[in-house]
């Protein structure tokens, strides 16, 4: 069927509106007509290539819509669902079935390689081209898709699909990172870099987990301020002096947990040296490969630390998104800050408006 589709066409280059061909859903997929899809930093960084995902692409992988037709063999939903999607996984692997699917053995090849196992691609432009498909199973950047079913979360009709869309990646991530890798107690200290869509997540998480000190650091000071709003007992301008120190000094000696969100050597460095005797940091933060970050082993190994690398809040997100939705649903989970709206067609307002910081997760809508 003839679709249309925000394609990434090279390397560095804004995405581009253009009507492609989509097949039918194979065994296993499902046709999602989309309503609404979350732009996540990661989008940004395999438009730029950071990661090799064939261009062009459709990227988006923070999408949510209704069931419009299912392949053969699927089973968990049908025509007309509301469905949130999130990231592929095999289902088969001793990690997907221990109850860790972000660590799937397949997790690259599905989610990243553009193309389903069999090597096809759910999209053909005009000339006959394949355009990679199934970018975290999904490739939402289009007004259809076929998504594996192993992506679906089947939401309630009621619930609104453009506000939960950034379930699927951000928000899971940062959320999961400290609920369920973390895993807070109540009264523990909580220190988190990088107030963006990601940070944000972790901070509501905390304050779900009754930390009792949360401490968010960032250099923007619209980001820090939203941060302390939103629960943060502290906020920390990384550039206004050692923001090693000041985490010191409020946590009465170093923090209990930490996360580092940006990816940024010297905040690992930072995370490390700020967390207290037996502390659990928390990396989430992408970079390109073959970035290394340096850890004080002289010092650390006194101090006991854990440190935990985490991929998509390491959730099963058949159950922990629907677990945020209650969250959200009492009031204690109030993500709907961080969003704001753009049309489908000014969807590279909404990379822009997230890279310079003024908006924490643009959400278009289809
Ligand atoms: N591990 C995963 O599964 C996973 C999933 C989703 C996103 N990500 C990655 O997580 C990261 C965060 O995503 P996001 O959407 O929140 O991005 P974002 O750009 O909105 O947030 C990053 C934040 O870090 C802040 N920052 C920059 N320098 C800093 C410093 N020196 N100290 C403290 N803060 C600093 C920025 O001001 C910004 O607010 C990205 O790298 C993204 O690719 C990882
Ligand atoms: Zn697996
Ligand atoms: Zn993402």
């Given at each position: ?29 499902v046709?999602v007509r989309m309503v609404a ?26 999408g949510a819509g209704v069931v419009e037709a299912v ?5 968990r939903v049908g025509v007309g669902d509301h469905v949130v999607l ?66 679906l979360v089947k939401v309630p009709e009621s619930a609104p699909l453009d506000l939960l869309a950034?379930l699927g ?149 058949q159950?922990?998104i629907p677990?945020?939705i209650g969250?959200y649903e ?35 809508r289809y």
């Open positions: 069927m003839r679709i249309t589709a925000a394609v990434a066409p090279a390397e560095g280059e804004p995405l581009a509106m253009q009507e492609l061909e989509l097949d039918d859903p194979r065994p296993g997929e046709r899809s979350g732009i996540c930093h990661t989008d940004a960084i395999v438009r730029d290539q950071w990661y090799p995902v064939p261009l062009p692409a459709v990227l988006g992988h923070e392949g053969d063999g699927v089973s999130s990231f592929a996984s095999c289902g088969e692997c001793d990690l997907c079935l221990t109850g860790h699917p972000a660590y799937c053995a397949t997790f690259y090849d599905l989610n990243f390689s553009g193309r389903r196992p069999d090597g096809s691609a759910a999209y053909t432009a005009d000339g006959g081209d394949d355009v990679s498909s199934h970018f975290f199973g999904q490739s939402s950047f289009a007004t259809h898709a076929n998504v594996y079913e192993r992506c950034p990646c951000g928000i899971q991530t940062g959320a999961g990172a400290i609920l369920n890798r973390l895993d807070p107690p109540a009264g523990s200290s909580v220190v988190v870099f990088g107030a963006g869509a990601v940070g944000m997540a972790a901070l509501l998480a905390a304050v779900v987990a009754e930390a009792g000190t949360v401490v968010a650091v960032d250099p923007v000071a619209s980001r820090r301020d939203l941060a302390l709003e939103l629960g943060a007992t502290h906020a920390v301008d990384p550039h206004d002096g050692d923001p090693v120190e000041r985490i010191r000094e409020i946590t009465g000696g170093g923090a209990d947990y930490a996360l580092d969100t940006t990816g940024v050597p010297a905040v690992f460095r930072q995370l490390s040296d700020c967390l207290g005797t037996l502390g659990h940091g928390a990396m989430v933060g992408a970079t390109t490969p073959g970035t290394e970050g340096t850890v004080d082993i002289g010092t650390t190994l006194l101090s006991g630390q854990t440190l935990h690398m985490v991929i998509e809040g390491d959730a099963v997100p159950t922990f677990r945020l969250l009492q009031g204690r989970f109030p993500f709907d800050r961080l969003v704001k709206h753009y049309a489908f067609d000014d969807i590279n307002t909404g990379f822009a408006d997230s890279e310079s910081g003024e908006v924490l997760k643009p959400v278009v």
